[in-house]
């Protein structure tokens, strides 16, 4: 199974951007599906955007939709979030997920529950 390690979160003003980051120590991260989810105080932790282990496919949630951009680097075993025009209703803990090995191709999973591991998460704060 995968570790994962999620980095770049921090404060922002309403309208910046951030780049998130999710290492993983695991030799077999290139047959994971990966995907992003936030959770913000008080609410349910919701899918944000993923990328399949084959690269191809990606969803994006309609709220990330045409302002984030998940990627990933197998040979480096990372997973990206490209985060631009940010609002303040985006902060939240950022977690990373790993759903695998060797799932669908074109599927993406949006609920938590398909997800097998997980990172610790990362804070993205972002200020109006």
């Known amino acids: 199974q995968v570790q994962l390690v999620e980095s770049g979160g921090g404060l922002v003003q309403a309208g910046g951007s951030l780049r998130l980051s999710c290492a993983s120590s695991?030799?077999?991260?290139?047959?994971?599906?990966m995907g992003w989810l936030r959770q913000a105080p008080g609410k349910e932790r919701e899918f944000v955007a993923g990328i399949t282990w084959s690269e191809a496919s990606t969803l994006y949630a309609a709220s990330a939709k045409g302002r984030f951009t998940i990627s990933r680097d197998n040979a480096k075993n990372s997973v990206y979030l490209q985060m631009n025009s940010l609002k303040p209703e985006d902060t939240a803990v950022y977690y990373c997920?790993?759903?695998?090995?060797?799932?669908?191709?074109?599927?993406?999973?949006?609920?938590?529950?398909?997800?097998?591991?997980w990172g610790q998460g990362t804070q993205v704060t972002v200020s109006s």
């Open positions: 695991g030799r077999t991260f290139s047959s994971y599906t």
């Open positions: 997920a790993a759903d695998g090995p060797w799932g669908s191709t074109v599927r993406i999973g949006i609920a938590p529950r398909e997800y097998d591991a």
